[in-house]
């Protein structure tokens, strides 16, 4: 994060923190929404398949916002890079 927010470096902690929240807040609600199904489990078996199969698709989900938030820093790097090169 430091090597993105080199000229401001004081950005770095704060972004970073926000940034943790909002993931938090986004894993928390995606959780409770993606598990309110309503589905009756009667067997050992059959919760063992709901929750792998829950957890997989959320956890898919999860890897996918991060992965974007990692192309968005890498973006905002290079943005800088090209911009402290023109001038």
């Given amino acids: 994060m430091s090597h993105v927010f080199r000229q401001q470096i004081g ?3 704060p ?5 943790l929240c909002g993931f938090y807040l986004l894993n928390i609600g995606m959780s ?5 199904q ?3 489990l009667h ?3 059959e919760v063992v398949e709901f929750l792998s199969c ?6 898919f989900i999860i890897g996918g916002i991060h992965l974007s938030n990692v192309l968005f820093f890498i973006l905002l790097k290079w943005h800088y890079l090209t911009a402290g090169e023109q001038k």
């Fill in 32 to 36: 409770t929404i993606y598990y309110n």
């Fill in 15 to 19: 972004v970073n923190k926000i940034m």
């Fill in 11 to 13: 950005w770095a902690t």
């Fill in 38 to 40: 309503g589905i009756d």
């Fill in 43 to 45: 067997t050992p078996l």
């Fill in 54 to 59: 829950k957890i997989g698709g959320l956890l």
